[in-house]
Protein backbone atom coordinates (compact mmCIF):
# COMPACT_ATOMS: atom_id res chain seq x y z
CA UNK A 1 0.00 0.00 0.00
CA UNK A 2 3.26 2.43 1.14
CA UNK A 3 4.52 1.92 -2.76
CA UNK A 4 1.10 2.53 -4.51
CA UNK A 5 0.83 5.54 -2.49
CA UNK A 6 4.04 6.65 -3.00
CA UNK A 7 3.28 6.23 -6.77
CA UNK A 8 0.24 8.10 -6.93
CA UNK A 9 1.26 10.86 -5.12
CA UNK A 10 -1.21 10.50 -2.01
CA UNK A 11 -0.82 9.46 1.51
CA UNK A 12 -1.16 5.65 2.19
CA UNK A 13 -4.16 6.57 4.18
CA UNK A 14 -5.72 7.58 1.13
CA UNK A 15 -5.26 4.21 -0.50
CA UNK A 16 -6.72 2.59 2.78
CA UNK A 17 -9.39 5.11 2.57
CA UNK A 18 -10.24 4.97 -1.31
CA UNK A 19 -9.86 0.91 -1.36
CA UNK A 20 -10.31 -0.10 2.19
CA UNK A 21 -7.21 -2.77 2.36
CA UNK A 22 -4.60 -4.49 0.01
CA UNK A 23 -6.93 -7.76 -1.41
CA UNK A 24 -9.79 -4.70 -2.10
CA UNK A 25 -6.85 -2.73 -4.24
CA UNK A 26 -6.08 -6.01 -5.25
CA UNK A 27 -9.49 -6.61 -6.81
CA UNK A 28 -9.93 -3.35 -8.78
CA UNK A 29 -7.00 -3.42 -10.07
CA UNK A 30 -8.00 -7.23 -11.70
CA UNK A 31 -10.95 -6.19 -12.41
CA UNK A 32 -10.00 -3.30 -14.64
CA UNK A 33 -7.59 -4.67 -15.93
CA UNK A 34 -10.30 -7.59 -17.38
CA UNK A 35 -12.53 -5.15 -18.05
CA UNK A 36 -9.84 -3.68 -20.52
CA UNK A 37 -8.89 -6.80 -21.86
CA UNK A 38 -12.23 -7.74 -22.37
CA UNK A 39 -12.91 -4.65 -23.82
CA UNK A 40 -10.25 -5.07 -26.98
CA UNK A 41 -11.98 -8.52 -27.50
CA UNK A 42 -15.50 -7.21 -27.68
CA UNK A 43 -13.76 -5.15 -30.50
CA UNK A 44 -12.92 -7.93 -31.73
CA UNK A 45 -15.51 -9.84 -32.49
CA UNK A 46 -17.68 -7.97 -33.66
CA UNK A 47 -15.74 -6.48 -36.36
CA UNK A 48 -15.61 -10.37 -37.38
CA UNK A 49 -19.43 -10.77 -36.39
CA UNK A 50 -19.61 -12.25 -40.05
CA UNK A 51 -17.29 -15.60 -39.40
CA UNK A 52 -17.34 -16.59 -35.74
CA UNK A 53 -14.19 -18.96 -36.12
CA UNK A 54 -12.00 -16.14 -37.36
CA UNK A 55 -13.71 -13.95 -34.64
CA UNK A 56 -12.58 -16.64 -32.26
CA UNK A 57 -9.14 -16.49 -33.18
CA UNK A 58 -8.35 -13.37 -33.34
CA UNK A 59 -10.22 -12.41 -29.44
CA UNK A 60 -8.70 -15.24 -28.36
CA UNK A 61 -4.99 -14.06 -29.78
CA UNK A 62 -5.25 -10.57 -28.89
CA UNK A 63 -6.59 -11.77 -25.01
CA UNK A 64 -3.44 -13.63 -24.95
CA UNK A 65 -1.20 -11.05 -26.62
CA UNK A 66 -2.47 -8.26 -23.92
CA UNK A 67 -2.39 -10.54 -21.12
CA UNK A 68 1.15 -11.51 -21.80
CA UNK A 69 2.50 -7.66 -21.70
CA UNK A 70 0.09 -7.78 -18.68
CA UNK A 71 2.29 -6.42 -15.20
CA UNK A 72 -0.23 -8.24 -13.26
CA UNK A 73 0.47 -11.59 -15.37
CA UNK A 74 4.04 -11.02 -14.93
CA UNK A 75 3.67 -10.78 -11.15
CA UNK A 76 1.63 -13.92 -10.91
CA UNK A 77 3.92 -15.83 -13.60
CA UNK A 78 6.85 -15.14 -10.93
CA UNK A 79 5.10 -16.49 -8.05
CA UNK A 80 5.93 -19.59 -7.98
CA UNK A 81 3.47 -20.40 -4.94
CA UNK A 82 0.39 -18.93 -6.92
CA UNK A 83 -0.96 -17.25 -3.94
CA UNK A 84 -3.93 -14.57 -3.57
CA UNK A 85 -3.48 -12.88 -7.19
CA UNK A 86 -3.94 -15.87 -9.04
CA UNK A 87 -6.77 -16.86 -7.05
CA UNK A 88 -8.49 -13.15 -7.40
CA UNK A 89 -7.54 -13.14 -11.06
CA UNK A 90 -9.16 -16.96 -11.96
CA UNK A 91 -11.98 -16.15 -9.67
CA UNK A 92 -12.83 -12.63 -10.44
CA UNK A 93 -11.33 -12.64 -14.27
CA UNK A 94 -13.35 -15.57 -14.98
CA UNK A 95 -16.59 -14.70 -13.38
CA UNK A 96 -16.40 -10.98 -15.75
CA UNK A 97 -15.26 -13.07 -18.88
CA UNK A 98 -18.36 -15.42 -18.66
CA UNK A 99 -20.68 -12.36 -17.58
CA UNK A 100 -19.79 -10.28 -20.59
CA UNK A 101 -18.08 -12.69 -23.12
CA UNK A 102 -21.25 -14.89 -22.98
CA UNK A 103 -23.42 -11.97 -22.97
CA UNK A 104 -21.14 -10.44 -25.99
CA UNK A 105 -21.45 -13.97 -28.13
CA UNK A 106 -25.18 -14.52 -27.82
CA UNK A 107 -26.04 -10.98 -28.94
CA UNK A 108 -23.34 -11.17 -31.73
CA UNK A 109 -25.17 -14.57 -32.73
CA UNK A 110 -28.72 -14.44 -31.09
CA UNK A 111 -29.32 -18.53 -32.48
CA UNK A 112 -26.64 -19.57 -29.73
CA UNK A 113 -28.75 -19.90 -26.72
CA UNK A 114 -27.49 -17.76 -23.60
CA UNK A 115 -26.53 -21.04 -21.80
CA UNK A 116 -23.94 -22.13 -24.61
CA UNK A 117 -23.06 -18.79 -24.97
CA UNK A 118 -21.89 -18.83 -21.41
CA UNK A 119 -20.84 -21.96 -20.97
CA UNK A 120 -18.40 -21.32 -24.52
CA UNK A 121 -17.06 -18.22 -22.98
CA UNK A 122 -16.89 -19.98 -19.46
CA UNK A 123 -14.66 -22.64 -20.90
CA UNK A 124 -12.73 -19.98 -23.02
CA UNK A 125 -12.13 -17.80 -20.23
CA UNK A 126 -10.46 -20.85 -18.33
CA UNK A 127 -8.31 -21.84 -21.31
CA UNK A 128 -7.18 -18.25 -21.72
CA UNK A 129 -5.96 -17.81 -17.97
CA UNK A 130 -4.27 -21.03 -18.07
CA UNK A 131 -2.41 -20.11 -21.40
CA UNK A 132 -1.62 -16.69 -19.96
CA UNK A 133 0.16 -17.83 -17.13
CA UNK A 134 1.63 -20.99 -18.35
CA UNK A 135 2.46 -20.24 -22.47
CA UNK A 136 3.75 -22.70 -24.55
CA UNK A 137 3.49 -21.34 -27.84
CA UNK A 138 3.20 -17.86 -29.27
CA UNK A 139 -0.10 -16.48 -29.02
CA UNK A 140 -1.52 -16.58 -32.79
CA UNK A 141 -0.50 -20.58 -32.62
CA UNK A 142 -2.54 -20.97 -29.28
CA UNK A 143 -5.57 -19.14 -30.65
CA UNK A 144 -5.37 -21.08 -33.68
CA UNK A 145 -5.47 -24.59 -31.58
CA UNK A 146 -7.94 -23.07 -29.52
CA UNK A 147 -10.20 -22.15 -32.81
CA UNK A 148 -9.70 -25.67 -34.11
CA UNK A 149 -10.54 -27.21 -30.57
CA UNK A 150 -14.21 -25.12 -30.04
CA UNK A 151 -14.64 -24.73 -33.92
CA UNK A 152 -17.30 -27.86 -34.29
CA UNK A 153 -18.67 -26.29 -31.09
CA UNK A 154 -19.30 -22.78 -32.29
CA UNK A 155 -20.36 -24.59 -35.56
CA UNK A 156 -23.26 -26.25 -33.72
CA UNK A 157 -24.28 -23.61 -31.82
CA UNK A 158 -24.47 -21.14 -34.74
CA UNK A 159 -26.77 -23.86 -36.60
Sequence with gaps: ?????????????TVYN????????????????IDALINEVEVRVRASADDARRALGEAFGLF????????????????????????LL???????????????IHEVWPQASLADSRLLADSMARLAISHALLPTEEPEETAATVTRIFGPFLD???G
Design 1 to 13: MTDVAKASGVSRQ
Design 18 to 33: EFGSRQELIQAYVVRE
Design 64 to 87: LKLASDEPLVQVIVADAEGGEVIR
Design 90 to 104: TATGRSIATDRVGSL
Design 156 to 158: ELL
